[in-house]
């Protein structure tokens, strides 16, 4: 939840989803003359970030990453946890 009068934080939060979202997703090779065109197997295989939740004291974000296991049918997902503003730390796995 956010705290009222704080007008840059739904900016850093929306930032720092963006960066976590373009952190998390697999890394897709390009072809040496440019990207190569998207297939349905690189769609796939990308990871689903969602419902952050900036903590009270504003240090830290929970998010959460799905991920789809074709072969088991089913939808990975986990919790992560981030320190704020993230600078080189990893998201921490809950």
């Known amino acids: 939840m956010l705290k009222s009068g704080s007008a840059t934080r739904p900016y850093t939060a929306i930032a720092l989803f963006a960066s976590l979202l373009a952190a998390t997703r697999p890394a897709i090779p390009a072809a040496e003359s440019g ?32 991920e789809a296991d074709y072969d088991e049918n089913a939808l990975d997902t986990d919790v992560y946890l981030a320190a704020l503003p993230q600078r080189e730390t990893a998201p921490i796995p809950l």
């Open 35 to 66: 990207p190569k065109p998207w297939t349905v197997d690189d769609i796939l295989r990308l990871r689903d970030v969602s419902d952050p939740q900036i903590s009270p004291d504003g240090r830290w974000v929970a998010f959460v990453v799905s």
